[in-house]
């Protein structure tokens, strides 16, 4: 009996550690997991580790962890691998969401465990949302990049309302949406609701004192508004930011702010001052090995040594960037540089080498549908060929002329439309703006005048509240005065009335002795 009775507790005392046991190892996973989503930019998992870990795991929340980072790291060089990956996660939480959903103890260890589990798969969902939305970005389905943006950014607000313990958490997350879902506005060229959504992820940013994420929405709509030509509003959000990551000591970031600010000093055609920004900018992507943005500032540098006319050394920073960007791949920089050099070489006139880089710049720019680099590169094209035209008398140049300047006004046409359109959403953008301050000011005025006849009200109710009381109190004092009146009176007249009698009863008393004595 004892050892039965020493079996059932040893038994007990069992089945209650691997409870605790199995809640440790979610309490576990799940802390993994809210720093493995605490920000919303985490660390870089080597892509080998992470397979090896999805191989040999049976838990799916670990699954759903692995295949996530795969996602991160497969989409930029193999969407349809990610769309793949991403889509075995989905089926996983899914699956595990609608058994949890059912699931439900009394026990609470059991019942706090489930929770968290739920809340695990439901964050996963809005994860999910995110790297959807990342990889259609990345395809340029702008739509359903933001509308899968926009599904994260609810859930982020659903979490943050039931689960106000981890609040910071789907806070930070909903703010690092609300950056990703601006910049596809952005891309749209929808730049009121680009700003809104900058504005919005500012505010949290503000809120939770996340210095990381306010420099990155600064910098974000400094450049809504270099887009919009707004080049002073600009340079002031990049010089907010700029102190921001100054003080973190991310010079990467600095490098690519330092790099915008050099863009809008030389739109504002203060060249010295750009290429001052471009050099610092420039130093610190070479310590950080930033070899695209590298590429990126030497090309322009030498814009700015064009426009300075110091020909020579435009030159050599444009084949260094040339260089670099054939190394890299990037086929963007390779047309650019490759326009540049041929702009360059007509500027010499030296024409064979002109139309050599010119026309291979725009086969690249053709092939890849960049109508701002065709139009860019068919005019010095045409202008080149008119030259060569009048030098040599031949109408066979200036059939090409007249061929790549109809090239040159058709892409001109059509930007030009765009531009008309971007003025536009410009005008409507500074209308809201100036209706919403309105708004605002009225707003206040009202909130003004309100309380201020709040104000006057409580002065006039005191005031009557003062007359009432007074009267109330003259009101007593006149009571209390006719009643001490009216006892004097009632005293004396007792008074009177006891004399009166006195004297009658004395008058009788003297009639009776004067007969006495007659």
């Not at 002031?236 to 010079?251: C, P």
Request: hydrophobic share 40%.
């Amino acid at each position: 009996m004892h050892e039965s009775g020493n079996a059932a507790i040893t038994g007990n005392f069992a089945k209650s550690f691997r409870q605790k046991n199995a809640c440790c190892r979610l309490f576990l996973l799940l802390s993994f997991f809210f720093s493995f989503f605490h920000s919303p930019v985490h660390a870089q998992i080597n892509t080998d580790s992470v397979r090896r870990v999805l191989k040999q795991t049976s838990a799916d929340s670990v699954r759903v962890l692995c295949l996530f980072e795969l996602t991160k790291a497969t989409s930029q060089v193999n969407p349809d691998t990610a769309m793949l990956l991403l889509d075995e996660a989905r089926a996983i939480i899914l699956s595990n969401y609608h058994v949890l959903r059912k699931r439900t103890y009394t026990d609470p260890v059991k019942k706090a465990a489930l929770k968290k589990e739920r809340y695990f798969y439901v964050v996963s969902v809005a994860k999910f949302y995110q790297q959807l939305a990342d990889i259609y970005a990345r395809r340029s389905n702008l739509l359903l990049s933001a509308e899968y943006y926009q599904r994260g950014i609810q859930l982020w607000e659903m979490l943050e309302q039931a689960d106000p313990a981890n609040g910071k958490v789907y806070q930070k997350n909903k703010s690092a949406t609300y950056t990703n879902i601006g910049n596809v506005y952005r891309r749209q060229q929808r730049f009121p609701q680009a700003l809104d959504s900058f504005f919005k992820g500012l505010r949290i940013d503000e809120e939770l004192k996340n210095n990381k994420g306010i420099s990155v929405k600064l910098g974000n709509i400094g450049i809504v508004y270099e887009e919009l030509n707004d080049f002073d509003r600009a340079l002031d959000y990049y010089n907010r930011s700029l102190a921001i990551k100054k003080e973190l000591g991310n010079k990467k970031s600095i490098a690519l702010t330092l790099a915008n600010i050099g863009v809008i000093y030389k739109s504002k055609k203060d060249y010295n001052r750009a290429l001052q920004y471009y050099n610092e900018a420039l130093q610190l992507a070479r310590e950080n090995k930033m070899q695209p943005t590298e590429a990126t500032i030497i090309g322009n540098i030498g814009n700015v040594y064009i426009l300075q006319h110091r020909f020579p050394e435009a030159l050599e920073a444009e084949e260094e960037a040339l260089a670099i960007d054939k190394s890299l791949g990037n086929n963007a920089g390779v047309r650019l540089h490759t326009g540049n050099i041929g702009n360059l070489y007509l500027e010499w006139k030296q024409f064979p080498q002109a139309e050599k880089y010119l026309l291979e710049a725009l086969q690249l720019s053709r092939e890849a549908g960049d109508r701002a680099d065709i139009y860019g590169f068919s005019l010095p094209l045409s202008e080149m060929y008119q030259q060569l035209g009048k030098a040599k008398n031949s109408t066979t140049y200036l059939n090409k002329a007249l061929e790549y300047y109809k090239i040159y006004t058709d892409v001109a046409d059509s930007l030009s439309n765009e531009d008309k359109a971007k003025d536009q959403v410009r005008v409507e953008m500074n209308y809201e703006f100036g209706k919403k301050e309105a708004e605002n000011k009225f707003r206040m005025e009202q909130q003004a005048n309100e309380m201020l006849r709040i104000t006057r009200e409580k002065e006039i109710s005191d005031l009557k509240l003062k007359q009432e009381l007074a009267a109330r109190r003259n009101f007593i004092i006149m009571l209390i005065s006719a009643l001490l009146v009216l006892g004097v009176l009632s005293v004396l007249l007792v008074s009177l009335i006891r004399t009166v009698r006195e004297r009658k009863k004395a008058y009788h008393r003297l009639e009776e002795k004067n007969v006495e004595i007659q």
